[in-house]
């Protein structure tokens, strides 16, 4: 029986799998959430990965496998941080959110206020006393960078910037960054201001998940207001590398990056702050991507309706129950690393009829050198009755006289 498990789990595991066995069942352990990060770093240092250490001059670094999760590298990933204009990526979400709501739409004319002309910083030039599309509002913060154009929006969505950053924080939270407050809608300095890498690609996540219908503008190189040409300022955007999503730049943040890359089927989400000069802020956003892909691969193993494990019934109609996992099953894990996955299946042997197709009879746990660890709660596949008064007298009666 034991010889037939392992065949099946090492067949789900593609090639090769690590030791995959049957295991009695215990109370799994939560790793806690991290504490504050210590000081950051100089530019240079490694950062964490799977794979060991690897060296950035970004302060402040995170990359993310869209698709599973996965974190693949890490420095000073939750230490708060200025985030400049990547806080535009929380207004645009609110933006996104209002005309899938059916609130706004793309040709509403919103007004343009003193204080919208007025800002500084990086701008979409828009007319004080004028109007302007929610589109070219939403291509001047995004392809521009126009802190103008945010404020407009801010002011029509909230009703002022204040209200607006009151909604932002909200949302925050309900999104769970739980390294970022808002001060401004703009990423315009304020001490008081900050996200973490993780929280950023965390925000990037969900605008490319929610938002697949507006995300596009993301990709955009150029854009063209009033006669003035502006080109997109992430760098991987410009040579096609990357389909968004935004860059920022202060003097207590550096020069910093969010950017997301689509390959044969894969996504990652890269940020990156606390960097020099835009042409570092290119060749290590360019580096790191590159990396992330090759060292990487998302490996399936297990579909939705894949039978794991028959596990064994007392007193039931059927002897056993098929179990699954109920969902997909795809990890991230290094190359050629898949040889030291380990899979363990926890559960109570026998389990008690009646079992209903759905419930949850067991665990399956993941781990291995280099591999995320993956906790998955393992559903049975079928319903198997209790067996009638005669039947359950029969199978007592046997246990008793064989022992099994």
Not at 274 to 282: D, F, I, N, P, V
Request: glycine letters at 10%; hydrophobic letters at 40%; proline letters at 6%.
């Amino acid at each position: 029986m034991l010889t037939r498990r392992l065949g099946l789990l090492a067949s789900a595991l593609l090639i090769g799998a690590g030791p995959v066995l049957a295991q009695p069942k215990r109370s799994p352990g939560h790793a806690g959430r991290r504490a504050k990060a210590d000081p950051a770093p100089a530019a240079g240092s490694p950062a964490d990965t799977p794979l060991g250490p690897v060296d950035t001059t970004a302060r402040w670094a995170y990359m993310q496998d869209y698709n599973t999760g996965a974190s693949l590298l890490e420095k000073q990933a939750d230490e708060e941080m200025p985030p400049s204009s990547m806080t535009k990526l929380m207004t645009i979400y609110l933006v996104y959110e209002r005309l899938k709501q059916g609130r706004l739409k793309l040709d509403d004319e919103l007004p343009v206020s003193e204080k919208a002309w007025r800002m500084q910083g990086s701008k979409m030039f828009v007319p004080v006393g004028g109007s302007v599309k929610v589109e070219d509002l939403i291509r001047g913060v995004i392809v521009q960078s126009g802190n103008d154009a945010a404020i407009v929006l801010a002011e029509a969505i909230g009703g002022s910037e204040e209200q607006f950053v009151e909604q932002m924080n909200a949302k925050a939270k309900q999104l769970g960054l739980t390294h970022t407050f808002y001060k401004n809608c703009t990423g315009w300095p304020d001490p008081e201001q900050h996200m973490s890498c993780r929280d950023i690609a965390t925000l990037a996540g969900h605008i490319i998940r929610d938002f697949p219908e507006y995300y596009h503008y993301d990709a955009e190189k150029t854009f063209r207001y009033d006669g003035i040409e502006q080109g997109n300022r992430n760098p991987m955007v410009q040579k096609g590398t990357a389909d968004g999503l935004k860059t920022g730049h202060t003097e207590a943040g550096g020069y910093g990056l969010v950017a997301s890359s689509k390959r044969n089927g894969r996504r990652l989400i890269l940020v990156l702050n606390g960097l020099e000069s835009m042409h570092q802020r290119a060749e290590e956003s360019e580096r790191l991507m590159d990396w992330g892909f090759f060292n990487f691969e998302d490996v399936m193993l297990f579909s939705a309706g894949d039978v794991i494990e028959h596990v064994p019934v007392w007193l039931g109609t059927q002897p056993a129950v098929p179990v699954v996992a109920g969902r997909d099953l795809t990890v991230t894990m290094p190359r050629n690393w898949r040889k030291k996955a380990s899979v363990k299946l926890s559960y109570d042997a026998p389990l008690t009829a009646p079992v209903g197709k759905g419930d949850t009879v067991g665990q399956l746990t993941l781990t291995g050198d280099g591999v995320p660890h993956l906790d998955v709660p393992l559903l049975a596949a079928d319903d198997v009755p209790r067996l009638g008064l005669p039947g359950r007298a029969m199978a007592v009666l046997s246990k008793y006289v064989t022992g099994t």
